[in-house]
């Protein structure tokens, strides 16, 4: 019995700081301007070169994305 409440406090801090990291990380994405320059530099960084046609598009998606999300 004297490891029941230890245990049960760990699953609980765990389960309410995964759900607080996942609500801190929506709210951060949201925040997130699309800077044409820092989805290039993203994507350079990943190896990816895009055109002005393809960083529309990534634009377009991320901005769909966001209203889904909310």
Do not use: C
Request: proline content about 3%.
């Amino acid at each position: 019995m004297e490891f029941l409440i230890p245990v049960l406090t760990f699953i609980g801090g765990a389960v309410l700081g995964f759900f607080g990291g996942v609500f801190y990380l929506r709210k951060q994405f949201a925040r997130m301007q699309m800077d044409p320059q820092q989805l290039q530099r993203i994507a350079r960084s990943m190896g990816i070169h895009l055109n002005q046609k393809q960083l529309n598009q990534v634009q377009q998606l991320m901005k769909n994305w966001h209203k889904k999300k909310r």
